[in-house]
């Protein structure tokens, strides 16, 4: 029968659990948060307290004992910041490998997403699993018993915290996109976006190179394989050539539109629509016919 552990700082594990589940067996929670009471829907449920002031990951090694002493067959762990040091710590403590980009997972093997979505990786091995994995929502279902454990905790304290004032955007929520390329030759001209992307209810986003390098826009604005990967109703391309690094993160776009003033851009074989011409003059044109 398999065995599966969740490691998590955070009850937001209903996705962990659905894997669980279809794995089969029993599943088990490891929890550096709360009394367990939120961990519904699986057969058992340790929590390892921590004192005030001390962060989840100092839970770190007390977690991995724990699992270490009965590894069973998968461990997983929500894709966060605090749960990819639990995990780390039990895959480490184990021996075993740690995978990121999980697919699919169950006792010895793993589908693994590569490269933003365009290439799958098979892993097989003979050792426990460790998987990150999107965390989903709040878990549902039964309470399940809830163990109190102890262990070895780091000395690491929290001393102090600072708030940073960043611009959060959830691209992947939009349902239409406008994105900005190295074709705008100025930051002052992604006036032109903003105006068509108001024109159409869209958010913008962009290249890679405007959000580093340029630093026109925020980081979680950039599209592609190390950015967002969106999907949205309309994906409108402007000054952007379609690299491959950019397009692996618009796949799952019902419908791209490029404006390209280049007919050889790689863009034109991703685009449902493409229209050949100078962004300064299309994207008023645009925007004056949708108002
Ligand atoms: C490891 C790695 C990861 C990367 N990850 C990403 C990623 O996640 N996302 C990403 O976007 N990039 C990524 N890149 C960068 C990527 O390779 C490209 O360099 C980048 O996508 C190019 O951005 P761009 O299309 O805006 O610029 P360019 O390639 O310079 O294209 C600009 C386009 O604008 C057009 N243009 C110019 N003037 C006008 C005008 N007046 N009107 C209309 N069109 C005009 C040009 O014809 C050209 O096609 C990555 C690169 C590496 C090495």
Redesign the pocket.
């Known amino acids: 029968m398999s065995n599966t552990w969740i490691v998590t700082a955070d009850p937001h594990i209903a996705a962990l659990v659905d894997v669980g589940r279809a794995i089969g067996g029993t599943i088990t929670v490891v929890a550096v948060t709360g009394d367990g009471a939120q961990l519904l829907g699986v057969d058992r449920v340790i929590v390892v307290p921590a004192a005030a002031g001390v962060p989840a990951e100092a839970l770190a090694p007390a977690v991995a004992a724990l699992v270490a002493a009965r590894p069973g067959d998968v461990v997983l762990a929500a894709n966060r910041p605090a749960e990819r040091v639990l995990a780390g710590a039990v895959a480490a403590r184990l021996g075993a490998p740690l995978l990121s980009g999980v697919r699919s997972i169950g006792p010895g093997a793993a589908e693994l997403v590569r490269f ?1 979505g365009i290439a799958l990786e098979q892993v097989t091995s003979a050792s426990v699993l460790v998987g990150i994995l999107e965390g989903g929502a709040l878990a549902s279902g039964e309470a399940a018993p809830v163990e109190v454990a102890t262990g070895a905790v780091h000395s690491a304290r929290i001393t102090g915290q600072q708030t940073t004032e960043v611009e959060q955007v959830d691209l992947t929520a939009a349902k239409r996109i406008v994105a900005c ?3 705008f ?1 100025a930051e002052a001209d992604l006036a032109l976006a903003r105006e068509l992307a108001s024109a159409l209810g869209a958010e913008v986003g ?5 959000a580093e390098g340029q630093e026109w826009f925020s980081k979680d604005r ?6 967002q990967h969106v999907g949205p109703e309309v994906y409108v391309a ?9 397009t ?2 618009i796949q799952e776009s019902k419908a791209v539109v490029a ?4 007919p050889e ?1 790689p ?1 034109f074989a991703q685009a449902d629509y493409g229209l050949v ?4 003059d ?1 994207l008023p044109a645009l925007a004056a016919a949708l108002r």
């Open positions: 933003g390329g190295r074709g030759r962009c290249s890679r190179p405007l950039y599209v592609g394989i190390s950015g402007v000054g952007i050539s379609g690299q491959l690094q950019h692996a993160g404006v390209n003033n280049d851009a863009i011409g100078d962004l300064y299309v």
